[in-house]
Structure formats: structure tokens, C-alpha cells
């Protein structure tokens, strides 16, 4: 029995039993070392007779070793690999050196989640995951990713993790249960299961003072006292012999030790595979043979089961290794290297930690443990290999190079501020221009995504310079994404003419290249607003590219991109689906996340609000699991504006959470998009209010997000009686429409002329812009339009003729779920002398997000499995969300599913 620790052990119980009944869940148990964080997950193990158990722990030699926690997790599973959808068999299977390939680490991720919901199908599966802060992190984030996702798996997964350790365990979105001290009668019981003898009141209340009531402190430090102290008989020593620590406490044990003995236990302390054969043989490499093993074993300070070695806790690990001299823990390394002859691995981290000056054998070794890693998706590991080899490396162009590798890597790892750093240091010795131009890049990726726009644009526009004389190709493609991110009002202190660093294709040049061109070009034209030609060259990229299959990582964000500036909503639509549903056939979750986001700013101009929060709401734990806390702050920002179109009070909550992702994350690239959402969403919060509501419909940036919220601005201006206002931004529309012909702006462009006009030149301008929504997809412009045609009709005592339009208006704001409008709408149609009679049409608007996107996605025919794939969540958990949708919209199967008229 554990003393003590009765609501630690219900709270664990409480995740047992709720997995036992299909609702998994995952728990962080968290304390000082000593504090009895093992002691509990043992106490589970025993309790989980009926559970499958699974467990791994983290070793702090082990961190630089990609996926090693996780393939000693899973090993008992990997015969069910082959079960799994061959992405995710194809990932998982390389990440945990159980098949040749490379590995996508977020279809490993997802592969880790089914492979356990699979074996949870059988019986409830209980992982336990201990010293949680020395996991390597590939196999950290593998198992966070797992554990934010069980919902309806018959799987608990518990954590434990050391506080005030150098290396903590971060995982802020995971229940935790604190482990803290005992005292009185059950720091009495502890050592009464430890010492042969009872132990005075008043000595326990001492003990557990000097100790802060941690149940190790307190066995080690009563270890020392004599029978007559810890009876009370004599006085406790002064100080207590354990003012050191727990630590202090086995580092005395362990010089009691012969010198053979002391060596071995090193040894231990600094082995990762917990072989004893491995062990022993480096052991005896420093000559300590078997009378040293039993003689560290005799002292308590380390176990042995069959091949199977552990130390007594892992704080004898750190306090041996830290004790150790800089020689003596370099022989024991030495000795591990030579004893791991068939670990290439492991062999390689020993060598790199024996080796004190350059050696180019260790760097070659570790640079095949840094291929290796990287292309199981370690690429956190593969940073480490690399940088560990750049400083074993003779300074110049190779360790420059390696530098640059283990950069690039710690990015693909979600680590920008390890990144950065290594990026900086590769600068100082890289000048290969196609080298130096690709670590610029990646300087500027990291840089507009989690720092500064500008500053990512500059280093972009470096990186053209220096690919211009060496690689024209590269160069076209970065002048392409550097002008981009001009578009979008990037700044740099340097005044280069991209243009004419890459020069016109030639007319017989590969498609790809024309189209790259014709970006490029185009790019540059909305940086200074020429609006014709910037229409121009967009238009000639999509001709050349429209018979093209769309394969290209680069062309095809950039042609999103392109649509967005001109307000091409068809096509944006379009290529946004197309690279959605490549990414989720493939797995590639940062692209899922990039095509969720941008698609969604289309569908809220277009009206498709609810696909536009299905996909807001989706993106949200996938940006999440990228590292980059900063990313949520779009789809976040999505949400906002959507519910604040709709009327929905949920935007105030949303518009929070912006604001503080932006006060402790910077936003890099999509901060003018999540500004100007904020200030639309809290404009139209405040729409009751016309002077408020225009203090931040007057601060949207972005020419093409003042665009799509035109009519808002300019009618909040009419209205808080600012017509210079309301002028000027009319005025802006005219120059964009005249240039680009684009319907959406010349139908925007009507309606706030009709706004201003007097007399009777309001109706022309009404009709002008209905004829030209006609040819616009943006249904919530039409909307309005339509409200303020038949509001100006029914105010002339037209009412007969206003009904037709008010009607119009009232069904669009019904479609749209714009609850305000709709309101609206209704009030001025009875104004009119019509009552409205409400809609009864089939919609799924009880659904959830994530009820939407599998109900969507079963609708296409997927099976079970794949939309979990797509989705990034367990069959289980897609199975619980279809039978909800099935008990919501009344049907039986998915064939019936398929046939309803559904808005989703």
C-alpha cells in the first residue's frame, strides 16, 4: 500500500476506469526527484490486471537518439504494422528502425495513435511513460501528439516528469496531478515498511522538516541514523547527515566502493541500452570484472535481472556522472564505443563524447547518424548529430555545411530558437553562394514565421543575390517568393530590383518556369499597387499552369496566393481544395494546416461560413502540434470573424485568445491577416456603435482584406457621418475594379456609390451592383446589397417593390446563419407589409466542427480508416462522431448520409 497518496491514486484509477470504458484520456504526474512519481506508476501497473501495459521511459544518454523512447514502447506491437494505412505503416515502420525508407514524422505521429487504438480494440491499453523529461523528442512529441488526441480510444496514457530538472517536460495542454511531500502519520508509515524498528513522533516530524516530507530523503536519511536516534533515545546529529541532498547521499555510498567497483558503476550510469552484456563488457575494458558487479550490487546502488541492468533511482546516474572527471567519463565512453561495435548509433554519440579535439572519423559517424535520424523523421535528433559533428569539425566550408544541416533540421523539428542560433553560426563559415543562398532562406523562413516579416524578406532578397550568378533556377524561385511577401508588404533596407535579377524566360522555356516568372512579375505589381498588371500576370500563370498537374511545394501556395490578391475566389477556392486533399492523401500536416487556413479566407468571402470554421476549427490543434505556438493566431482569428458575420456572441472569446497568443508569441507572416481579421471581427462587434465600430474597421491593412469587408467599412462610415471616409475607400475600389475587372469589386464599388448617392441615383448604383454580384461568388456582399436595395425602396414608399429584394436578402442572410441580419432583414420585410415565414430547409447546423468534416468526408465515399487519416485522429474516434451524426440528422447508414441535401 502507498502511504499517503490516496487522491494521487484515485485520480489515476479515474483515467484507468474511464479508458476501460472507451473515453481515453492522458495525465502528466509531476514532482521532485524522489518524490514517488515511479512508486505510483507501479502501483498503476499492478492495478491494470485487465489492461494491456505498455511502458518506456526516458534516459538522459538516450535524448539525442531519434524515436529510441517509442520503438521500446511499441516493440510489443510492431507485428500489427502492416495493419496499419500504408502511410502511416510506411512513417511509423522507419521511425522505429522496423523498415527501410524515410519517415514523415506526423504520419509516424498519427501511425503511433492507431497503432494503440488497434491494440486498445482487444483490451484497454495502459501506457506508462517514465523520467518523461530525458525522452529524446521525437519520441515526446510522438507521445503528445498521441495524448491530445485520445478521445473515444480505450487507451490512458500516463507521464511522469521531474520538476526543477535542467530539462523539463513541456506539455501545458495535458492534465497533471502534482506529487508532492507526506507527513505525520503516513511519513511514518513509509519508514516503518523500511526500517526494522519504529520510529519516534517526534523524530518523523523532524525528519520530514529536513526533507520537505519526500518519501526517498526521508528512507535514505533514516538509513544513516542509529537505532537509538530513530528511536528517540539519542539526539539527532547536527546537521542531519544529509544536508547535501538525496544525491550527496549516493555519491557517499559510491565512494565507499573499490576503485573497480566505483568504475563500473560509472559505467552504468553513463550505458543508454540498459544491457548488462554491454555493460560488463566495457566494464571489464577499464578492468572491473563480475566482483565488481556483485559488490555494487551488495551496496544497493544497482539491479540486475537476467541481461537486464537498472540503478537503484535515476538520480544515481546524475550524481556518479556528474561526480565523475572529465577523464573518467571520457574512458567510460571510449569503453561503451568499443562494447557497441553492432550500434552504429549509439557508437557514434559515445565516440563524439570521448573525443576532446577535431576527428574525422567520429564526424563521419555522426553525420550517418544524422542522415539516419533525419530520415526516420528524427529531425530533432539529426540536429544534435550535426551540430555535435560541426564541432569536431575543422572550421570552414564542411563545418559550415554541417551547421547549416543541423539547422535546417532543428527548424523541421519545431526548435526556431535552436534553429536561429545554428543558422547564425553556419553564416560565419558558409560561402558557397547556392549553400549560402539556401541558409539565408532558412534564416528568412524562421524568421517571418516566428519574428519579423521584414526581417525574413530581407534575408529572402539576400538569398536571390547570392543564387542570381550560381543557380538561376533557385533564383527564379526565390526572387518569385521574395517579391510574394513584398505583396504583402514586406520591407527591406535594400533597394533591389527583383525583376531584373531574374530575367524573362525564354519563349521555349518549361511551363513551370513561365508560370514562376509570370508570379513573380505579378507579385511585384501589387507591392506598388499597378493592380492591371499585377491581374495580368496572375491571370497569364494560372493559363499556363491550369493543364498542369500541381505537384510543386512552391508554385502552388504561390498561385493561392495570386487568387487572394486579385480576389479570384473561384480559383482560389479551387487550388486551395486540390492542395487540401493532396495533403491529406499524403499525410503532410503542415500543408493540411497551410491549405485549411488560406482556403478558409475564401470561403468567408464566398459565404461558405460553416466549411470556413470547420476548417478553422480543424487547423487549430494541428498548428498546435507544430511547435509554434504563434501559428494558432490565424485560425484562431478565423473563428473570430466568423461567428462576429454570424452574430454569434463566441467571437469575444475567440478575439481573446488572439490577443493573448499575440501578446506571448510572436505571429511572423500571418500577422497582417490576424489583424486585420481582429479589427473586422471587433468592428463588427461593435456595429451598434458606428464611431467605435469604425475605430477598427479604419485600422484593416491588407488592400485585399479591405476589399472583402468594403461594404462594412464604407456603410460604418456613412453612418458615424465620416463621407471623406466613405469616399476615399469607394475611391480605392474604383482603381482596384477599373484595373482588374474583377465582379466582386465592381459590385462592392456600386453598392458603396448607391451608400453616398442622393436622390434618386442610389437605385442606378443598386442595380448596377446586383448585375454585377451575378457573376461574384461573395453571397454575403449580394446579401447586403439586396438589404440596403429593398431599405432604400420600402424608405422611397416603394414597399410592394422592396418585398422582392428584402426576401432575396432574408433567405441569403438564412442560408449564410447570419443571426443578426436575418433579424434585420425581417424587421424590414414586415416593415414592408409582409410577414417572413420561417425556412425550413435540411441542414447540419447541430453538427460539431469536427462532426462536419467526418460527415463531409464520408459523404465521398472513405472508409472509416481513411478518414481518420485525413483527419488526423483514430478510426475509433471517427466512428463515435458518425454515430452522432447519424442519431442527429436521423439516418441509419452512410448511403443515406450520402443522399441528404446537406449545407456543410
Known amino acids: 500500500m502507498l502511504a499517503g497518496r490516496d487522491s494521487e491514486r484515485a485520480k489515476i484509477a479515474e483515467l484507468l476506469d474511464a479508458a476501460r470504458v472507451g473515453k481515453g484520456g492522458a495525465l502528466v504526474v509531476h514532482g521532485v526527484a524522489g518524490a514517488g512519481k515511479s512508486t505510483l506508476l507501479t502501483d498503476a501497473t499492478e492495478s491494470a490486471q485487465d489492461m494491456r501495459v505498455l511502458r518506456t521511459s526516458g534516459v538522459e544518454s538516450e535524448s539525442p537518439l531519434a524515436f529510441a523512447a517509442l520503438q521500446r514502447l511499441l516493440w510489443p ?47 484497454p491499453v495502459l501506457v506508462i511513460v517514465d523520467d518523461a523529461h530525458w525522452l529524446d523528442d521525437a519520441s515526446a512529441a510522438a507521445l503528445l501528439f498521441t495524448a491530445r488526441r485520445l478521445q473515444d480510444e480505450r487507451v490512458a496514457l500516463v507521464f511522469a516528469a521531474r520538476d526543477g530538472d535542467a530539462r523539463q517536460f513541456d506539455a501545458p ?198 542522415e539516419r535520424a533525419a530520415a526516420r523523421g528524427g529531425h530533432e535528433a539529426a540536429s544534435a548529430a550535426w551540430a555535435r559533428a560541426a564541432e569536431l569539425t575543422v572550421g570552414g566550408e ?42 539565408l532562406t532558412l534564416q528568412g523562413q ?82 506598388r499597387q499597378d493592380w492591371s498588371e499585377a491581374a495580368e500576370r496572375f491571370r497569364a500563370a494560372f493559363t499556363l499552369l491550369d493543364a498542369e498537374p500541381l505537384d510543386d511545394h512552391v508554385l502552388q501556395p504561390n498561385l493561392g496566393v495570386a487568387a487572394f490578391l486579385i480576389d479570384d475566389d473561384e480559383r482560389g477556392l479551387r487550388l486551395h481544395e486540390q492542395q487540401l486533399t493532396a495533403a491529406r492523401r499524403t499525410g503532410a500536416l503542415t500543408m493540411v494546416e497551410h491549405a485549411l487556413t488560406r482556403g478558409a479566407q475564401f470561403q468567408i468571402a464566398t459565404g461558405a461560413w460553416a466549411q470556413a470554421a470547420n476548417a478553422a476549427t480543424e487547423a487549430l490543434p494541428l498548428t498546435a502540434s507544430t511547435g509554434h505556438p504563434g501559428l494558432t493566431a490565424l485560425p484562431l482569428a478565423e473563428l473570430a470573424l466568423v461567428a462576429a458575420l454570424r452574430g454569434d456572441e463566441s467571437a469575444e472569446e475567440h478575439l481573446a485568445s488572439v490577443s493573448a497568443i499575440r501578446e506571448r508569441h510572436a505571429v511572423g507572416i500571418a500577422e497582417p491577416l490576424v489583424d486585420d481579421f481582429a479589427h473586422w471581427a471587433r468592428g463588427l462587434r461593435e456595429s451598434t456603435q458606428p464611431a467605435r465600430a469604425l475605430h477598427h474597421l479604419e485600422q484593416i491593412r491588407s488592400p485585399w482584406i479591405r476589399r472583402m469587408a468594403a461594404i462594412d467599412r ?15 475607400w469607394v475611391g480605392e475600389l474604383e482603381e482596384f475594379a477599373a484595373a482588374s475587372g474583377v465582379h466582386a469589386a465592381t459590385a462592392a464599388l456600386a453598392h458603396g456609390r448607391a451608400v453616398l448617392a442622393e436622390g434618386d441615383d442610389a437605385e442606378e448604383h443598386f442595380r448596377a451592383a446586383l448585375e454585377s454580384h451575378a457573376g461574384s461568388l461573395r453571397r454575403p456582399d449580394r446579401a447586403r446589397t439586396e438589404l440596403a436595395y429593398g431599405e432604400h425602396l420600402r424608405r422611397a414608399r416603394r ?73 488526423f485522429v483514430s478510426p475509433r474516434t471517427v466512428d463515435f462522431h458518425l454515430r452522432n451524426v447519424f442519431s442527429k440528422l436521423g439516418v441509419t447508414s452512410r448511403s443515406e448520409l450520402a443522399a441528404l441535401a446537406l449545407d456543410l
Do not use: C
Not at 443578426?820 to 435540411?842: C, H, P
Open 77 to 123: 506491437l510492431t507485428s500489427r504494422l502492416d495493419s496499419l494505412p500504408p502511410p502511416q505503416r510506411d512513417a511509423l515502420g522507419a521511425a522505429l528502425g522496423a523498415a527501410p525508407g524515410e519517415g514523415e514524422r506526423f504520419l509516424a505521429y498519427l501511425g503511433t495513435l492507431t497503432l494503440l487504438a488497434e491494440a486498445a480494440e482487444e483490451s
Open 173 to 370: 495542454d495535458v492534465p497533471t496531478l502534482a506529487v508532492g511531500g507526506v507527513a505525520g502519520a503516513d511519513a511514518a508509515a513509509i519508514l516503518g515498511t523500511r526500517l526494522d524498528q519504529d520510529v519516534h513522533q517526534a523524530v518523523v516530524e523532524q525528519l520530514v522538516t529536513a526533507t520537505g516530507g519526500n518519501p526517498l530523503a526521508l528512507v535514505e536519511l533514516a538509513g544513516q541514523l542509529t537505532s537509538d536516534q530513530l528511536s528517540g533515545r539519542a539526539p539527532l546529529p547536527d546537521p542531519l547527515p544529509l544536508t547535501g541532498g538525496v544525491e550527496r547521499a549516493f555519491l557517499d555510498r559510491y565512494r565507499r566502493l573499490s576503485d573497480p567497483a566505483q568504475r563500473l558503476l560509472l559505467v552504468a550510469a553513463t550505458d543508454d541500452t540498459a544491457r548488462l552484456t554491454v555493460v560488463s563488457d566495457a566494464a571489464r575494458l577499464l578492468g572491473a570484472d563480475e566482483a565488481a558487479l556483485d559488490e555494487v550490487e551488495r551496496a544497493g546502488l544497482i539491479r540486475t535481472d537476467n541481461d537486464v541492468v537498472s540503478l537503484y533511482h535515476p538520480l544515481v546516474r546524475s550524481a556518479i556522472y556528474s561526480a565523475a572527471t572529465t577523464a573518467q567519463r571520457r574512458a567510460a565512453h571510449r569503453a561503451l564505443a568499443d562494447a557497441l561495435s553492432g550500434d552504429p548509433d549509439r557508437r557514434a554519440w559515445h565516440l563524439a563524447a570521448a573525443a576532446d579535439r577535431p576527428d574525422e572519423d567520429v564526424v563521419a559517424a555522426l553525420d550517418g547518424v544524422a
Open 398 to 439: 564542411d563545418r559550415g555545411r554541417r551547421l547549416f544541416s543541423a539547422a535546417a533540421s532543428a527548424w523541421l523539428g519545431a526548435h526556431p530558437a535552436r534553429a536561429a542560433a545554428l543558422a547564425q553560426s553556419a553564416a560565419d563559415e558558409v560561402t558557397d553562394p547556392v549553400l549560402r543562398a539556401r541558409l
Open 446 to 527: 524562421i524568421e517571418w514565421n516566428t519574428r519579423s516579416l521584414d526581417d525574413g524578406y530581407d534575408f529572402i532578397v539576400q538569398a536571390v543575390q547570392s543564387a542570381a550568378g550560381a543557380d538561376p533556377a533557385m533564383a527564379q524561385q526565390l526572387a518569385m517568393l521574395a517579391a510574394a511577401l513584398a505583396g504583402f508588404g514586406a520591407r527591406s533596407p535594400r533597394q533591389v530590383d527583383l525583376a531584373a535579377l531574374v530575367p524573362e524566360p525564354e519563349p521555349d522555356a518549361p511551363v513551370r518556369t513561365r508560370a514562376a516568372a509570370a508570379l513573380l512579375r505579378g507579385f511585384t505589381a501589387t507591392a
Open 714 to 728: 464604407i456603410e460604418t462610415a456613412a453612418r458615424a457621418d465620416r463621407r471623406d471616409l466613405a469616399l476615399d
Open 799 to 871: 414597399r410592394v417593390d422592396a418585398r422582392a429584394h428584402l426576401r432575396t436578402a432574408l433567405t441569403l442572410f438564412e442560408e449564410l446563419g447570419a443571426r443578426s441580419w436575418v433579424e434585420r432583414a425581417t424587421q424590414e420585410l414586415r416593415a414592408s407589409g409582409e410577414t417572413a415565414r420561417k425556412r425550413d430547409v435540411s441542414t447540419a447546423t447541430d453538427l460539431t466542427a469536427q462532426e462536419r468534416n467526418v460527415t463531409a468526408l464520408v459523404r465521398q465515399g472513405l472508409s472509416t480508416r481513411d478518414v481518420a487519416a485525413q483527419l
